[in-house]
């Protein structure tokens, strides 16, 4: 066990639904990260939030947002869904601003649109 | 900007054998350097990092990287190979100065040969 907890760990859902996924940083972790993975286009960085706020935005869609609250666990939120958005995502927390001693993955959401 | 290259898609070693994974970086600053672990289902795991200090870095479960900024290099190697090693293996670089995020490679996938 990693520490970081997301949840659920799978999602099914059909085309045009909007699904969020929930992230619960390691205990003491100020910044959380998102990240998809997918066959086609490996890992790609979404967004990061240090401390409530948001740091960085990396190749996230518009059709997809997230936010990080007070109690510091994050939710990304994925809204008119497409085949293509079906990818493993990541969350993954670190205890300073920057990511630069390593992150803490989570064991991920496996999210299939059919 | 930084980006990563891992030659070598896939890898296949015979058990006890030695293992050699390739990763290459462009930075147009010093970097700081990550190798993770992905087991099935699993999220990324940590195997070591390197942040400037010394350039030949040991890591968890008996691998090792040496930083070598003339040939923009940062190899994985494990002297003996072991089945439970067989994952996908992941090469990745962040800016120190920043930190948002990592940019990873597309992923070597080890296979250990009985």
């Known amino acids: 066990d990693s520490g970081v907890t997301q949840t659920p760990k799978h999602l099914i859902t059909a085309t045009g639904q909007r699904v969020t996924l929930r992230c619960s940083p390691r205990s003491g972790d100020l910044s959380v990260y998102w990240y998809q993975q997918s066959l086609d286009q490996g890992l790609q960085f979404l967004i990061h939030y240090y401390n409530g706020e948001e740091r960085a935005k990396g190749n996230i869609l518009e059709r997809f947002s997230a936010q990080q609250f007070p109690d510091l666990h994050s939710e990304l939120n994925l809204s008119s869904l497409e085949l293509g958005d079906s990818a493993l995502y990541f969350c993954a927390s670190s205890v300073a601003y920057r990511g630069s001693y390593g992150y803490t993955f989570g064991s991920g959401t496996r999210l299939t649109v059919v | 900007a930084q980006s990563v290259t891992q030659l070598g898609s896939h890898v296949s070693v015979s058990e006890g054998a030695l293992v050699l994974l390739r990763c290459n970086y462009s930075s147009s600053v010093p970097p700081y350097l990550f190798w993770y672990v992905q087991y099935p289902n699993q999220g990324l795991q940590l195997l070591l990092k390197y942040t400037s200090a010394a350039t030949l870095v040991k890591g968890i479960n008996g691998f090792e990287a040496e930083f070598k900024k003339s040939e923009t290099s940062f190899h994985l190697t494990k002297p003996s190979a072991h089945m439970s090693d067989a994952a996908e293996y992941f090469c990745?670089?962040?800016?120190?100065?920043?930190?948002?995020?990592?940019?990873f490679g597309t992923g070597t996938s080890l296979t250990v040969i009985p």
């Open positions: 990745a670089v962040s800016d120190p100065n920043t930190g948002n995020q990592f940019y």
